[in-house]
Nanobody
């Protein structure tokens, strides 16, 4: 059974940085694409970034390109999301999610989700 656990959220001032981490505490997701999504109360959950099983391919939402970096080491059971130049509009609950497939495609949703971690950016 998969259990994704996020960590690293918190409160930061605009322009600051945070680093989120995601691990699968029960089963390594070393062969799966992994992504980050975020959600603001009252709005739909939106895609932020995703990375292939080997770290060789990554995808980003336009709103975070050039500011966020998703990373993983091949064979490592941890995916990180480095968030730089944070803006108040980045405030949301951030969710880690793993896919059945090794590569991310926008037409296939995640199979498993974490519980989420709150990121708050103050102006």
């Amino acid at each position: 059974q998969v259990q994704l656990v996020e960590s690293g959220g918190g409160l930061v001032q605009a322009g600051g940085s945070l680093r989120l981490s995601c691990v699968d505490s029960r089963r390594p997701f070393t062969n799966n694409a992994v992504g980050w999504f975020r959600q603001v109360p009252g709005e739909e959950r939106e895609f932020v970034a995703a990375i292939s099983w080997d770290g060789g391919n990554s995808h980003y939402a336009d709103s975070v390109k050039g500011r966020f970096i998703i990373s993983r080491s091949k064979g490592a059971n941890m995916v990180a999301l480095q968030m730089n130049s944070l803006k108040p509009e980045d405030t949301a609950v951030y969710y880690c999610a793993s896919f059945i497939r090794p590569y991310y495609t926008s037409n296939v949703g995640p199979k498993y989700w974490g519980q989420g971690t709150q990121v708050t950016v103050s102006s």
